[in-house]
């Protein structure tokens, strides 16, 4: 079985200051990982994933992640943060197994990142 | 083009009463997946559509839920006699088959229990 564990339900941070929302995951199989993001009543959007290759992500607003499987970790980093990327993040993982493409996403429980001026 | 959506985007309903929620997903996506975002469960993974195989249901957590997807597109998630606790948002994904793992998120609809 997999679970997916997100250390801080919130973090409160200064605009234009750097951020780190935490994310550790527990399997028995490798994954491919994933972080989406959930703006204020609209629905969950894909921000970035890893599924092979580099294990440094990067999405095309700014925010990066790292693959570090003796960690079992997936952080989400971004050295500046402006006002609009409040929002809900979630870390996510399928598990690599074989199964006709199915992909059922196991969520964390998210963390609210609040971005103030 | 158009995204995936879901009718209605609230929905209150009275204890017991049944509700039919519906996903429209983003055309050729071969599958579509419900989850369920609620405070105190987080996110969690409903019931899977993939083309002709027969659905996969385990995430569903009591017999009085159930869904349907006809003609390979539009689905239904029908809740029987519901109660307090289904009180939830309720999200619809859809994808394309492949080695992208991608699946796009409907807005979810607001579902209240009263």
């Known amino acids: 079985a997999q679970s997916v564990t997100q250390l801080d339900s919130q973090v409160p941070v200064f605009e234009e200051a750097p951020v780190e929302l935490r994310c550790n995951y527990s399997s028995s199989v490798s994954v491919y990982l994933f972080w989406y993001v959930q703006y204020p009543n609209q629905g969950l959007q894909l921000l970035l994933k890893y599924l092979s290759g580099s294990t440094l992500v990067e999405s095309i607003n700014g925010f990066e992640a790292e693959f570090n499987k003796s960690q079992t970790s997936f952080h989400l980093r971004k050295p500046s943060v402006h006002i609009s990327d409040t929002a809900e993040y979630f870390c996510?993982?399928?598990?690599?197994?074989?199964?006709?493409?199915?992909?059922?996403?196991?969520f964390g429980a998210g963390t609210r990142l609040a971005v103030h001026p | 083009g158009a995204g995936v959506s879901q009718s209605p985007s609230n929905k209150v309903t009275e204890k017991g009463k049944d509700v039919e929620l519906r996903c429209d997903p983003i055309s050729g996506h071969t599958a579509l997946y419900w989850y369920r975002q609620s405070l105190g469960q987080g996110l969690e993974f409903l019931i899977y559509?993939?083309?002709?195989?027969?659905?996969?249901k385990s995430g569903l957590p009591s017999d009085r839920f159930s869904a349907e997807r006809t003609g390979g597109s539009v689905s239904t998630l029908t809740i029987q006699r519901t109660q307090q606790e289904d009180s939830a948002v309720y999200l619809c994904?859809?994808?394309?088959?492949?080695?992208?793992?991608?699946?796009?998120f409907g807005p979810g609809t607001r579902l209240t229990v009263t």
């Open positions: 559509f993939q083309g002709n195989s027969a659905p996969d």
């Open positions: 994904a859809s994808s394309l088959l492949g080695l992208s793992y991608e699946q796009y």
């Open positions: 996510a993982v399928i598990p690599r197994v074989f199964s006709g493409g199915y992909n059922k996403l196991i």
